[in-house]
């Protein structure tokens, strides 16, 4: 399946990554006074991933680097 998608993850159930960036943002940041998150790369975010993303954002500790339009669209509640 190189090159293609995953499976929409089932309703109310996010995708492995969330919890996982999540988490590694925890350790992060109680190791360090603030962490960047660079996400140039992301070219997708469900909706799972924007919520997460929202509340990263919210925290004073945690600066953005690059971000598309696309996901800093899903980042300001833009999920269909």
Do not use: Q, Y
Request: hydrophobic fraction near 45%; charge should be positive; glycine fraction near 8%.
């Amino acid at each position: 399946m190189r090159g293609r998608s995953p499976p929409p993850a089932p309703c109310g159930h996010p995708r492995p990554w969330v919890s996982e960036l999540d988490e590694a943002c925890t350790r992060a940041l109680a190791e360090r006074k603030r962490i960047t998150l660079e996400l140039a790369a992301v070219v997708f975010v469900d909706r799972s991933g924007a919520v997460l993303l929202e509340k990263l954002r919210a925290n004073d500790r945690i600066a953005f680097g690059k971000v598309s339009a696309f996901v800093a669209e899903m980042m300001k509640g833009g999920a269909a």
